[in-house]
């Protein structure tokens, strides 16, 4: 009877003291981490916060680079709230060049707003046949809500249709001058290697429509 009791003991001292240490070690560990993980949570909501406020402070000011750190602090802002602040303002075209480059590095999606309601024509030498097809995926990663064409065209077209200026962008003038000054500025910050230039067209027919050409680089340079 002594010898089972002595077993008991022994279990107790051996097993169960030493669980029940571990037991309070771990509650002892787990309430340290929850104290500093909500220190932690707490710290970064205050970093937030500030940041979100200096956004908010500054983002219209384009007069200075505060406009453009502004837009850079984004990334340090929840990711829901960052998309909805870029959505809200993308389509402000007052934003300075710095800014927009900035706005656009975020890949998100953009308000487009009444450019949505326009017809994008993209007509272009065989040459340009990846960067025609670029340029549609890019406004359709951006959200962009209007329908797009892309059309490959012979040499003879540009015989016929007239060479302009090169690579341009074509419209004709209308009372949408936001929204055409909106589709003009992310199509040529996205391709700035294409050195798009602007030409307005008499064509009253087509409204709220532009048409890109991208004419073969030989010809053109034999027309200069």
């Given at each position: 009877?002594?010898?089972?009791?002595?077993?008991?003991?022994s279990?107790?001292?051996?097993?169960?003291?030493?669980?029940?240490?571990?037991?309070?070690?771990?509650?002892?560990?787990?309430?340290?981490?929850?104290?500093n993980?909500?220190?932690?949570?707490?710290?970064?909501?205050?970093?937030?916060?500030?940041?979100?406020?200096?956004?908010?402070?500054?983002?219209s000011?384009?007069?200075?680079?505060?406009?453009?750190?502004?837009?850079?602090?984004?990334?340090?802002?929840?990711?829901?709230?960052?998309?909805?602040?870029?959505?809200?303002?993308?389509?402000?075209?007052?934003?300075?060049?710095?800014?927009?480059?900035?706005?656009?590095?975020?890949?998100?999606?953009?308000?487009?707003?009444?450019?949505?309601?326009?017809?994008?024509?993209?007509?272009?030498?065989?040459?340009?046949?990846?960067?025609?097809?670029?340029?549609?995926?890019?406004?359709?990663?951006?959200?962009?809500?209007?329908?797009?064409?892309?059309?490959?065209?012979?040499?003879?077209?540009?015989?016929?249709?007239?060479?302009?200026?090169?690579?341009?962008?074509?419209?004709?003038?209308?009372?949408?001058?936001?929204?055409?000054?909106?589709?003009?500025?992310?199509?040529?910050?996205?391709?700035e290697?294409?050195?798009?230039?602007?030409?307005?067209?008499?064509?009253?027919?087509?409204?709220?429509?532009i048409?890109?050409?991208?004419?073969?680089?030989?010809?053109?340079?034999?027309?200069?």
């Amino acid at each position: 009877m002594v010898k089972s009791n002595d077993r008991k003991i022994s279990l107790v001292k051996d097993i169960v003291i030493p669980i029940i240490g571990l037991f309070i070690a771990f509650v002892g560990l787990y309430a340290n981490y929850s104290a500093n993980k909500r220190q932690e949570l707490a710290a970064n909501a205050d970093r937030e916060q500030k940041y979100l406020d200096f956004f908010l402070q500054n983002y219209s000011d384009s007069s200075s680079t505060k406009q453009a750190t502004a837009f850079l602090l984004l990334r340090y802002i929840n990711p829901d709230v960052q998309k909805d602040l870029i959505y809200s303002l993308s389509f402000n075209t007052n934003l300075s060049p710095e800014t927009y480059k900035t706005l656009l590095s975020y890949k998100a999606k953009l308000n487009f707003g009444e450019a949505n309601n326009y017809l994008i024509e993209i007509y272009y030498a065989k040459e340009y046949d990846h960067k025609a097809k670029l340029i549609k995926s890019q406004l359709d990663s951006a959200g962009f809500k209007g329908h797009i064409t892309v059309d490959e065209k012979i040499p003879k077209f540009w015989d016929n249709y007239g060479w302009g200026h090169g690579n341009s962008i074509r419209y004709y003038p209308s009372e949408d001058g936001a929204a055409m000054a909106y589709l003009f500025r992310f199509i040529n910050f996205k391709n700035e290697d294409l050195k798009l230039s602007s030409e307005k067209v008499n064509d009253n027919t087509r409204p709220k429509s532009i048409a890109i050409h991208l004419p073969p680089k030989v010809h053109f340079l034999l027309r200069r």
